[in-house]
């Protein structure tokens, strides 16, 4: 059984131009396809339809209309592509920062539909990977901060080693089958609720 394609929803004020993109992507297999034409509460029609893809073609785009669907972009993290007739230097940079993840200038053409799609899945896909690895490794770091902190608070009060004040922490989240940064954020509250906290444990 093939695996099912994206279903998709394209916003597109020109009827004529929205076949285009509609018959591209139809052709290439696409049967989940919404056309809306109307851009005014699209916010609300996105959260109804939960699409898994946005295809966005604007005519001719002025400043706010770009502004107000790169605003649309950052809010609803899905795959964006998006056409347009012309552009410039700025609208292509703030295109990106908004996380469109296909911004094709000049390109609208039935047979360009369907590669850019998969062009614009692809390019969100490894983004979203990044951020998650990025906030893996923030989490990582804050958790070690955390561990670090309440070893010091134990060695502190009870005048463990290091290796005792780890040992225990270690133990201690086995026991409550908890992560050990969930223990040491225990540890940490409570020492500072009681005025004993050892700082905040940033590193300067």
Do not use: C, W
């Not at 916010?43 to 770009?66: C, G, H, K, Y």
């Not at 908004?98 to 590669?115: H, Q, T």
């Not at 290091?162 to 992560?179: F, H, I, S, V």
């Not at 609720?193 to 300067?204: A, C, K, N, V, Y």
């Amino acid at each position: 059984m093939p695996p099912r394609l994206p279903s998709v929803l394209v916003i597109d004020e020109n009827a004529v131009r929205a076949a285009i993109i509609e018959t591209g992507l139809r052709e290439a297999g696409h049967h989940n396809v919404t056309v809306i034409h109307d851009v005014a509460g699209i916010a609300a029609r996105i959260a109804a339809l939960e699409p898994d893809v946005i295809v966005i073609d604007l005519e001719n785009p002025n400043r706010d209309m770009l502004e107000s669907l790169f605003q649309l972009s950052r809010a609803v993290k899905r795959p964006i592509a998006m056409f347009v007739d012309r552009s410039d230097r700025d609208a292509t940079e703030r295109a990106i920062e908004a996380g469109v993840s296909a911004y094709v200038v000049d390109g609208l053409r039935r047979e360009r539909v369907k590669p850019i799609l998969d062009l614009a899945i692809s390019r969100f896909n490894a983004y979203s990977r990044l951020e998650r690895e990025l906030e893996d490794a923030r989490n990582a770091l804050q958790s070690r901060k955390l561990i670090d902190q309440a070893k010091r608070l134990l060695m502190r009060s009870r005048g463990m080693s290091e290796e005792a004040a780890y040992a225990l922490l270690r133990r201690t989240a086995m026991n409550q089958n908890r992560k050990m940064a969930e223990v040491a954020h225990s540890l940490v509250l409570a020492a500072d609720l009681l005025g004993q906290g050892g700082g905040d444990g940033r590193e300067d």
